[in-house]
């Protein structure tokens, strides 16, 4: 059965934390994603990767990062934690450039900042 | 530019009645198109796509969609609506460019009434 992880489901920080969320996939699917999801805007996407150390940006980039060093491992990074990013943040992948597939997704890591 | 517009973030149904999602989506390019469903603390996980094969696909649990290029809609139906379908439904475009970027649309959120 295909799975894509995320380390954890709930999270509280304060204000100007460092917080890391990590996805790890077990599908080695090229491609992987953030997503963050709030209440009447959908999923907007963040960052995606395309493979190992290859990353760019997505819609709303503004406030993280990300890190790829292995093929099945994704992490997105909040430099400095702001209320406004309390949210649902969702991790995805999928196979390479021209699979028009599905894309798998975690359960979501829902972050409050204080 | 693609875009997802999701008519109606709300829909609430009796359990046996009709179950219709409304999409319409803008997209210079062929588009392909996704609907995805998310129960509650779940991520999301595909129910159909349309990748410019049969205008009408089936997806799982019985719902079903329509590509309409005339009118930029792609909704989702299901003839009889069961209480396990109670969940946030999002309708999807691929982002050209490839490597499987999607925008979403906000969501619907479906109740079923007894």
């Known amino acids: 059965d295909v799975k894509v992880t995320q380390s954890s489901r709930y999270l509280v920080k304060r204000t100007g934390e460092k917080v890391f969320l990590e996805c790890v996939q077990d599908m080695d699917h090229e491609n992987m994603f953030w997503y963050r999801q709030d209440p009447g805007l959908g999923l907007r996407l963040i960052y995606f990767?395309?493979?190992?150390?290859?990353?760019e940006k997505g819609d709303i980039p503004e406030g993280y990062s990300v890190s790829r060093e292995k093929k099945e491992r994704f992490s997105l990074i909040l430099e400095s934690a702001s209320t406004n990013q309390t949210s649902m943040y969702l991790c995805?992948?999928?196979?390479?450039?021209?699979?028009?597939?599905?894309?798998?997704f975690g359960e979501g890591s829902r972050l409050t900042v204080l | 530019a693609q875009s997802v517009t999701q008519l109606g973030s709300h829909v609430s149904v009796s359990e046996g009645a009709l179950v219709l999602l409304r999409c319409n989506y803008s997209?210079?390019?062929?588009?392909?198109l996704f609907w995805y469903v998310q129960y509650p603390n779940q991520g999301l996980q595909l129910l159909l796509k349309y990748t410019s094969a049969a205008t009408l696909v089936k997806g799982i649990n019985g719902f079903e969609a329509e590509f309409k290029k005339s009118e930029t809609s792609f909704h989702l139906t299901k003839p009889s609506a069961h209480m396990s379908d109670a969940a946030e439904y999002f309708c999807?475009?691929?982002?050209?460019?490839?490597?499987?970027?999607?925008?979403f649309g906000a969501g619907t959120r479906l109740a079923v009434h007894p």
């Open positions: 990767s395309y493979d190992v150390k290859m990353k």
């Open positions: 999807a475009v691929r982002k050209s460019g490839g490597y499987n970027k999607l925008i």
């Open positions: 997209s210079s390019v062929p588009p392909y």
């Open positions: 995805a992948s999928s196979f390479g450039r021209t699979n028009t597939g599905e894309l798998f």
